[in-house]
């Protein structure tokens, strides 16, 4: 699969408005590693599961593809941001304890990908991906974010994205699969901050390429309605499905 870059143009914004996740999930993730010495942050993007990483162990290699992203992404003196691919990370054999893969496994060639994470990993290593789709906030905003998601910018998702919308669950996992407990991201947000939000999808950045305008300003009366009161600051969720697998203790 060649490279395909959707966040470059709005990496700024990325790591402005995306939501952050919780840190009870880094803490779950340390507690099964078998070691805290060295995790591998892949595709990083804005870099916040690499600075939450940071907390648990000695040090993070977080790489991305995307330069801008790197350059853009919150620095920490524990987190080491390198531009790399998934598939070729030129990392040493065996270093690893933790491999984490945040909002971003739909993009790999997971032929190419499993592999490598397979390689780098110490024994009985882990690697851990996840993904969340559509934002909960009450049922008249999420039935107009809905509507902008499927009908508005929905031809201009990339077909990558129906792995999302499948929460990785149709995906090939081969690793020894644990069985780890729920999580969700949570936010308050403005209606202006979701709006931020919603820019930064990829599919509304397509769709501003494509028609020269902001997709946005097709939705944005009814957002205003529904969120009723303009300046009201609202409660977020995003459930994330999440899926850990440890590679084999003799190798």
Same mark, same amino acid.
């Given at each position: ?82 531009v790399g691919t998934a ?17 971003a496994l739909h993009w ?27 934002? $909960?906030? #009450? &049922?008249?905003?999420? *039935?107009?974010?809905? @509507?902008?998601?499927? +009908?508005?910018?929905?031809? /201009? ?19 020894? $699969?644990? #069985? &780890?407990?729920?999580? *969700?991201?949570?936010? @308050?947000?403005?209606? +202006?901050?979701?709006?931020? /939000? ?54």
């Open positions: 699969m060649a490279f395909q870059d959707h966040f470059s143009r709005q990496s700024a914004e990325y790591s402005k408005f995306r939501p952050h996740y919780p840190d009870s999930l880094f803490k779950y993730l340390a507690g099964v590693s078998p070691s805290h010495g060295v995790a591998w942050d892949c595709a990083t993007g804005n870099g916040q599961a690499a600075v939450a990483l940071a907390s648990f162990f000695d040090h993070v290699i977080a790489t991305d593809v995307s330069e801008k992203q790197i350059h853009n992404a919150e620095q920490n003196p524990r987190v080491e941001y390198r598939e070729k990370c030129r990392l040493p054999t065996r270093l690893i304890d933790l491999i984490t893969v945040a909002q790999f060639d997971l032929d190419r990908f499993y592999p490598e994470a397979e390689r780098v990993l110490k024994p009985g290593g882990v690697l851990a991906v996840w993904c969340y789709n559509l934002l $909960e906030i #009450e &049922p008249e905003i999420d *039935a107009v974010v809905n @509507r902008f998601y499927n +009908e508005v910018v929905g031809e /201009y998702w990339a077909f990558e994205r129906r792995i999302v919308e499948e929460r990785y669950q149709t995906i090939a996992f081969p690793f020894a $699969e644990m #069985e &780890p407990p729920s999580f *969700a991201m949570r936010a @308050r947000w403005s209606m +202006e901050h979701l709006i931020g /939000y919603l820019q930064t999808w990829s599919a509304s950045q397509t769709f501003i390429v494509a028609n020269g305008s902001d997709p946005i300003d097709l939705i944005r009366a009814d957002l205003s309605e529904a969120w009723r009161e303009p300046n009201r600051v609202r409660p977020v969720n995003w459930p994330l499905s999440l899926r850990v697998g440890r590679t084999a203790i003799k190798q």
